[in-house]
């Protein structure tokens, strides 16, 4: 295993269900000799991507923070589409959670949230949360922007068998042509999504804007508020992608 791949490969074992690690334990989930691991966590710790912990232990160093800071301040997505996520929430009127997500590769991640306060919509999108790539209307409405070309090769890796494959183009082209997306329950029972795309080609960003309300207090009128609400405000932040460009 390349050193790059072995410090990002380490660096993935670190998460909610276990922050702390040995270096036998991370020699045992890698499959990578200890002595091996040691080298890398000593070059991690030096770096600042990984601090000592108590026993023997490691856990997430100050440079994920810092990194993270970086990312907030300078990717133009976040940069501009967070405050909007607040405006948005402002004017629907209705307790949801507000989410900027954007294609990385072949994965779909939120890296911006917002919540109506004391809202009781709980959500699985989080930012930095990779999500399901074929499932929601956040996911779906970031696909369908996609070239045919580029599209069918990530449906494809996807898994499926040809038939579910035809049916998610299908879908797609659909979400394309209205240019939205509402999915009910993909993600999480009991909730609805509506999405409307966020798209810079120019700046290579692939994106959606999206509002999670709950089922019991969505109908058809309260949908098309909350994509009235949507389609202007996404618009202009892709406006304002491409601005930026030019400056």
Known sequence: MAGLDRFVEILRLFDERKPDWTIQE??????????????????????????????????????????DR?????????HEGDPMLAEVLDTVQVPCVAVLARLYRDQVICVAERATPGSAVETSYERGRPM???????????????????LGKVVKGAGHDRALMEDMLSELAAIRRQGYAITRSEVDPGLVGVAVPVSCPEAA???SMSLIVRAADSNESIERRLLMTLAPVADMLSRKLLDGLSI
Do not use: C, W
């Not at 970086?70 to 976040?78: A, E, M």
């Not at 209307?137 to 996609?146: E, G, P, V």
């Open 132 to 150: 399901p790539l074929l499932r929601g209307a956040t996911s779906k409405t970031i696909l369908a922007q996609l070239p045919k070309a580029k």
């Open 26 to 67: 991370m020699a045992n989930a890698t499959g990578v000799p200890a002595s091996t691991v040691y080298r890398t966590v000593r070059e991690l710790v030096g770096q600042g991507f990984l601090d000592p912990s108590i026993e023997a232990h490691y856990r997430l160093g100050a440079a994920i923070i810092e990194f």
């Open 70 to 78: 970086r990312l907030r301040i300078s990717d133009p997505l976040i």
């Open 205 to 207: 960003i692939n994106a």
